[in-house]
């Protein structure tokens, strides 16, 4: 089976007028249909570098990306791109942020945005269409924001420390809600949170990255002994523990 | 008088709200008429000369007799109209320039310095060079009102440009938005408070831009009946003049601002 996504030796290097600081290097991985990827590693080792690379807002220094099978060649819409902050537009309704990406791709026709108005029923926000941002919670308004990207209907999907904005008892239920809703409507996932416990309990394999320029340290296939399995499960199996000490070790943390 | 449920404090609380404001508005109300008060009793027991000083009951006859003769109307609709169209023009090219600069970020380095320079000049000092360019007209006049407005607009809304969510613009990027529609969806619905903080700014100057147009040149126009005023010594046209031009000025102001709340609600 072609794979969703397919990274083949890519190095990213940023050049500024002091020189040249490389943020990856060399890393090749392959996320099939379907998977939840997590992806860790100390702060400023290039993790979100690593999914503008994908999300085709930056162009990589060496190495190639395939979309199923496809090179990647700038903005893809099979991709979509869940950012840090829900930036959410407060001059728009909660309706009408859902329909940004259709609106910027020309895609605003009458069964999108039908089927927009279904995933805003079916979780729960069709009651606040009309509010403005400001007006919803925190998980409310990152699950508009997950509504938003999934509006434009993209394969694979791309979190960017999509829930560190958030306070941690709000973390663990959005962690739920969002993993959840990604399951159901059966997208390809890849996350990367600084979050060591978050990457665990929601991923099925997990990348642990290196300090500058970063590399892959350690890939990890995870799996708990449980049906169904939901992020917040999976925090209580004592499988958890174990892989959490793995990655901890791994990653080498030291306070100095 | 009030809902089921509200508890007394917050009553007290409402009530308190409520008398103050009833309070500011007495003594704003009052002050004017002192102020009033004080210039007619002062100018009466010759404690100032009317002559110089004019006073409110010269000014209202003064007012009655410029709108029997009808002179009046020409000169407010003379100013009203340079004013209006400086402002639009200032704003509009202000902002137009602001988005040149924010497509094309050489463009905006090169001449960074020389609108900074532009922008601590006394653009008045360019008068007399409008009037030979364009001649002693109202289009002179609209000029100096649109220069003094057009620098201070640019610098403004391209900052507030510049300042837009950076994490928005990935967003639409990631949406594979244009540099069109990051403009049209991002960074002109986020500047709009700048753009209205702007707009009630070039009020301002555009009133003074065509004051001080219709002192350089002109026929008619309130700016022209303060320098009559003041050459031929009549200090009640000078002030009757003046308290027009500050009714005007205030009634323009507050029409930007409801404006800026209409279509700030539709936004």
Redesign the interface.
């Known amino acids: 089976m072609i794979p969703a996504v397919k990274i083949e030796g890519i190095s990213k290097c940023y050049h500024t007028p002091d020189g040249e600081i490389c943020a990856l290097k060399d890393i090749s991985f392959e996320v099939r249909k379907g998977e939840f990827i997590g992806i860790v590693g100390p702060s400023g080792c290039g993790k979100s570098t690593l999914l503008s690379l994908i999300a085709g807002l930056l162009q990589p220094s060496e190495g190639k990306i395939f979309i199923f099978g496809e090179p990647l060649k700038g903005v893809n819409p099979k991709i979509g791109y869940m950012l840090q902050s829900d930036s959410l537009f407060e001059w728009r309704s909660i309706f009408r942020n859902t329909l940004l990406g259709l609106e910027i791709q020309n895609q605003l026709s009458s069964r999108n945005i039908q089927a927009v108005e279904q995933l805003l029923t079916k979780y729960g926000l069709s009651a606040f269409r009309d509010h403005r941002p400001s007006q919803l919670s925190g998980g409310m308004r990152q699950r508009v924001a997950l509504i938003r990207t999934l509006a434009v209907n993209p394969d694979i999907l791309l979190l960017d420390e999509a829930f560190s904005a958030l306070d941690y008892q709000t973390r663990l239920a959005v962690n739920d809600d969002i993993y959840n809703i990604i399951k159901k409507e059966g997208k390809t996932a890849i996350m990367v949170t600084h979050d060591i416990a978050e990457a665990i309990s929601m991923s099925e394999r997990l990348y642990v990255i290196s300090k500058r320029p970063g590399s892959i340290k350690l890939a990890m296939d995870i799996h708990f002994d449980i049906e169904q399995r939901t992020p917040l499960k999976s925090r209580e199996t004592p499988g958890f523990q174990r892989y959490f000490n793995q990655v901890w070790k791994e990653l080498d943390i030291h306070v100095s | 008088m009030y809902p089921e449920g509200i508890s007394e404090e917050q009553q007290k609380y409402l009530k308190r709200i409520k008398s103050q404001k009833r309070f500011i508005l007495v003594m704003r109300i009052l002050l004017v008429i002192s102020f009033f008060a004080l210039w007619e009793t002062a100018t009466r027991l010759k404690w100032m000369d009317p002559f110089i000083f004019s006073s409110p009951v010269r000014m209202v006859s003064t007012i009655a007799r410029l709108i029997e003769e009808g002179s009046i109307f020409l000169h407010i609709w003379t100013t009203l109209w340079e004013t209006v169209v400086g402002f639009l023009l200032g704003t509009l090219i202000g902002i137009l320039i602001a988005i040149v600069l924010w497509v094309s970020m050489t463009i905006s380095k090169i001449i960074e310095p020389y609108l900074v320079v532009a922008n601590a000049l006394p653009k008045i000092a360019l008068g007399p060079v409008f009037i030979v360019w364009l001649g002693a007209g109202p289009a002179s006049i609209i000029t100096v009102a649109v220069s003094i407005s057009l620098i201070v607009t640019v610098l403004e809304v391209y900052t507030g440009f510049q300042e837009a ?1 950076p ?2 613009i ?8 244009s540099n069109k ?1 990051v403009l049209t ?2 960074i002109l ?2 500047s ?1 408070p700048v753009m209205m903080s702007a707009l009630k700014v070039n009020v301002g100057l555009s009133w003074v831009g065509v004051i001080v147009g219709e002192f350089l040149v002109s026929k008619a126009g309130l700016g022209y009946l303060i320098v009559y005023g003041g050459q031929v010594f009549q200090l009640d046209l000078v002030m009757t003049s003046v308290l027009i031009l500050s009714v005007l000025a205030a009634l323009m102001y507050f029409g930007v601002q409801l404006l800026g709340k209409r279509i700030g609600k539709k ?1």
């Open positions: 969510d994490e928005k990935r967003l639409v990027k990631s949406f594979g938005a529609q969806k991002v619905p986020s709009f936004y």
